[in-house]
């Protein structure tokens, strides 16, 4: 072969082999850039997925603050509204002497004092019984209607009612309206907000929750 046939032969396959390298270079191009693409494409969801998610917690934030204000405010005006209906309630304690069934009232009280106090008496012990002074006339009268003897002293200050103890003082019954209402108060707090929300403001259930006090 001449040499310029062999120089022939040399450059073709120079061509050649630089056709396919062009050719897989191309192919390393195309396949680089799609791979590229995907991956931005799937940075560019992630990011967008991390943007909404920030978005949505945030508003979950504020909502959730949102609610708890919302709570807070709710409860103080409840709280407020329920001190106001217990300081009618103590209003309302404090003017029963003048109301027409306080003798009852005081005669259910008296009754109940006694009843917890006797099994707390030794044999022959009288029960002490402690009161406001202007009840003095009302329980004397309601003792002789009683027939008992009880030592009264007349030295309490309360709305009515009796406190009745034993003679060494180690069993106390307080059985004044203002104990019965701080006994009361716990389920007036519960009971409360929701009568006054569902009813009017002097409706029979506010006027028996208030009774509560005085008759529980």
């Not at 008296?110 to 707390?120: D, F, T, V």
Request: with cysteine.
């Amino acid at each position: 072969m001449s040499l310029d046939a062999i120089l022939e032969a040399i450059r073709q396959s120079g061509e050649a082999s630089a056709r396919a390298i062009e050719d897989r270079a191309s192919e390393d191009v195309a396949r680089i850039m799609a791979e590229a693409e995907r991956e931005a494409k799937t940075i560019e969801l992630e990011a967008r997925r991390a943007a909404a998610s920030m978005v949505t917690a945030d508003q979950a934030r504020i909502i959730h603050r949102a609610r708890l204000e919302a709570m807070q405010i709710v409860g103080h005006a409840e709280q407020q509204v329920v001190e106001g209906a217990l300081d009618r309630v103590r209003l309302r304690c404090a003017e029963l002497r003048a109301a027409p069934d306080y003798r009852d009232l005081m005669r259910h009280l008296l009754g109940e004092a006694l009843a917890a106090l006797q099994g707390s008496l030794r044999e022959g012990e009288r029960a002490h019984l402690y009161a406001d002074p202007r009840d003095r006339a009302l329980l004397e009268d309601l003792l002789r209607e009683i027939r008992l003897d009880a030592s009264v002293r007349y030295e309490l200050e309360s709305w009515g009612g009796v406190r009745a103890t034993s003679a060494d003082q180690r069993v106390v019954v307080d059985n004044t309206l203002e104990s019965r209402l701080a006994f009361a108060t716990p389920f007036l707090r519960r009971c409360l907000p929701t009568l006054l929300t569902s009813e009017p403001e002097d409706s029979p259930a506010l006027r028996q929750a208030e009774g509560q006090s005085s008759t529980s």
